[in-house]
T-cell receptor, first 111, second 120 residues
Framework: GEDVEQSLFLSVREGDSSVINCTYTDSSSTYLYWYKQEPGAGLQLLTYIFSNMDMKQDQRLTVLLNKKDKHLSLRIADTQTGDSAIYFCALRSSSNYQLIWGAGTKLIIKP | EAGVAQSPRYKIIEKRQSVAFWCNPISGHATLYWYQQILGQGPKLLIQFQNNGVVDDSQLPKDRFSAERLKGVDSTLKIQPAKLEDSAVYLC??????????????????FGPGTRLTVL
């Protein structure tokens, strides 16, 4: 079946870049999303990329898509303490258009 | 534009009791979703509505969970009776999309703050 995999934790120093990775199995997914979840809060859409794009940049966020390797990444430049959260990768299923979610990557910021 | 509203934010009940959650989607959003998020996992879709009709409830445990969206706007999700394993955050999301397979903007799901349920 369709699956999305993420590492559970990532620890970076404040000011460094964070790169959160996601691999998936459904090569037909057309839209791939990154959501952020802060403690006690709902899911906040950060950005999404269409499958015919390789890269999308939005201020400190850069999304890279490698369709051949079925690999999606989110780079956060100049990571700040406010970036501490769980980051979810989600793909729109090509079969029923619902979202398939990863388990989330907890980003830990070291001072 | 107001976001997705949910209430209550927190609920603590004992097993075998019943509980109800309420969601008010973003105005004009035709599609509404209820998700269950267990600690350490991604959201799991429970039910999807298009206006006041059910699109998909294949993962809803129908022996104890029910949901409705009578007028195509607000929705309620009920659990009766609750079990310990129902402890989770219940998230509501909505999109503008009226047709499956819309573009990235219309299909983008916007989430409410969630209701954290603890079953003792």
């Amino acid at each position: 079946g369709e699956d999305v995999e993420q590492s559970l934790f990532l620890s970076v120093r404040e000011g460094d870049s964070s790169v959160i990775n996601c691999t998936y199995t459904d090569s037909s997914s057309t839209y791939l999303y990154w959501y952020k979840q802060e403690p006690g809060a709902g899911l906040q859409l950060l950005t999404y990329i269409f499958s015919n794009m390789d890269m999308k940049q939005d201020q400190r966020l850069t999304v890279l898509l490698n369709k051949k390797d079925k690999h999606l990444s989110l780079r956060i430049a100049d990571t700040q303490t406010g970036d501490s959260a769980i980051y979810f990768c989600a793909l729109r299923s090509s079969s029923n258009y619902q979202l398939i979610w990863g388990a989330g990557t907890k980003l830990i910021i070291k001072p | 534009e107001a976001g997705v509203a949910q209430s209550p934010r927190y609920k603590i009940i004992e097993k075998r009791q019943s509980v109800a959650f309420w969601c008010n989607p973003i105005s004009g959003h035709a599609t509404l979703y209820w998700y269950q998020q267990i600690l350490g996992q991604g959201p799991k879709l429970l039910i999807q509505f298009q206006n006041n009709g059910v699109v998909d409830d294949s993962q809803l445990p129908k022996d104890r969970f029910s949901a409705e969206r009578l007028k195509g706007v607000d929705s309620t999700l009920k659990i009766q009776p609750a079990k310990l394993e129902d402890s989770a955050v219940y998230l509501c999301a909505s999109t503008t999309s009226r047709l499956a397979g819309g573009d990235g903007d219309t299909d983008t799901q916007y989430f409410g703050p969630g209701t954290r349920l603890t079953v003792l």
